[in-house]
């Protein structure tokens, strides 16, 4: 099972090279924001199920004295990372800092369990991580992306948000805007990169034959007490360290291995600014409710099995979002290359939401899922277009 965590983390994590600045070794996302001489604010909600999650803003650009009124965004990272996988790129390719000298208020959500939003106002992941982590992206949908979303029209005074997603940041806009469809009308234009929801046709048969067996996989974890992906959350810190100096210390076998094996394409001199903050955390049901997306194909909530499922949902099997009741327009970007999403399994996605006025493929044959937010030539081949879109709503 931990191989199965491995893998999967492996396939998240296989980052581009990246320009980005070693000053910002071992800083949060929001200290490596004011770093870099950008205004820099944390704020923390408490979502309506009582999860404390952080928020880190860039309200304005840094040639900018903040005066005028900006449209606000909300980023929304993907899984097992956090808001820094939008600044560990530095000013000249990171997503939030372009977005801030572009002229809006860049919102940075971090989605309970990471890092920076592993609390709750009456629960202790430690002592009861089988409540803390009782969440999939289901959860984060309605709750912690809602209350963001009302939290930053609140502090902005606009009444919508622009929004971007990464992966799972994708997942949740459409679980949202399909189970309260009253979000739509609060979100202008929803920019989904490498979209994850359909999942029928995974590229990997090992975890197409694993995700068969997920539900057994399932209660097995559950016995033995794991909720919450490991790798992700504990390890992290000891990969941080052991990374801070290379590859001054190329002696350290570890930090080589990540670097040769996951982040080859990341000039060595980065590696230790985005390991600082990703991966971050992460709860295990969130990944198995992926597991049973890649098992039914369909883009359906959690299943808990024929007969639960009849008391929960009144049917045998889990309901599909109702992507048809998304009026929100939403432009699509996905890569050929992604190793997670098939061109396939997008291409279905996009068929079946109603508003979809770009389905951008990035021209760029080997541009993989997690380039998105970390390729060094993100910029030129995503982020341009994306401002395009932005600036048309
Ligand atoms: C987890 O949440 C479900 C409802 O979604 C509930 O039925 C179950 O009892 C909860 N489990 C724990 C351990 O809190």
Redesign the pocket.
């Known amino acids: 099972m931990a191989l199965f965590s491995i893998l999967v983390t492996l396939c998240l994590l296989n980052i581009h090279q990246v320009l980005s600045d070693k000053s910002d070794v071992g800083l949060n996302p929001g200290e490596m924001i004011a770093n870099h001489g950008y205004p820099s604010e944390t704020h923390e909600i408490t979502t309506d199920d009582g999860y404390i999650i952080t928020l880190f803003r860039i309200p304005h650009g840094i040639n900018d004295d903040g005066a005028a009124k900006r449209p606000p965004i909300l980023l929304m990272h993907g899984f097992g990372v956090c808001s820094g996988e939008f600044v560990s790129l530095g000013p000249e390719r990171g997503l939030g800092f372009i977005l801030a000298d572009a002229g809006y208020d860049v919102w940075l959500a971090n989605t309970r369990g990471t890092a920076f939003s592993r609390k709750h106002t009456t629960i202790d992941p430690d002592l009861n991580p ?2 803390f982590f ?2 999939t992206w289901h959860e984060i949908a309605i709750y912690d992306v809602a209350n963001s979303i009302d939290y930053i029209l609140d502090v902005n005074g606009d009444d919508s948000v622009y929004y971007v997603g990464h992966s799972q940041g994708t997942t949740v806009f459409l679980v949202l805007a399909s189970t309260k469809p009253e979000y739509n009308s609060k979100i202008r234009v929803a920019n989904l990169m490498a979209p994850a929801a359909i999942i029928k046709h995974y590229p990997s048969t090992l975890i197409q034959g694993i995700c068969k067996y997920v539900d057994r996989v399932w209660s097995l974890l559950q016995k033995y007490r794991i909720y919450e992906i490991p790798l992700l959350g504990t390890l992290r810190e000891t990969v941080t360290t052991l990374c801070a100096n290379y590859p001054d210390e190329e002696s350290d076998p570890l930090c080589a291995m990540i670097h040769d094996s996951i982040l080859s394409r990341v000039d060595e001199a980065d590696v230790p600014v985005i390991v600082t903050n990703c991966p971050s955390g992460a709860g295990l049901k969130q990944y198995v409710h992926y597991g049973q997306l890649v098992r039914d194909g369909g883009f359906r909530q ?1 299943n808990y099995g024929t007969e639960k499922n009849l008391e ?1 949902y009144g049917s045998e099997n889990p309901p599909d979002y109702d992507l048809s009741l998304i009026t929100t327009p939403v432009a699509f970007y996905y890569a050929k290359n992604d190793g997670l999403i098939t061109v396939e399994d997008e291409n279905l996605l996009a068929s079946m939401v109603p508003n979809v006025p770009v389905n951008y493929m990035v021209p760029d044959d080997s541009f993989a899922h997690i380039d998105f937010a970390m390729a060094d030539d993100v910029v030129e081949l995503v982020y341009n277009e994306l401002l395009d879109v932005l600036s048309k709503y």
Do not use: I
């Open positions: 089988e409540q009782n969440y959690w929960v």
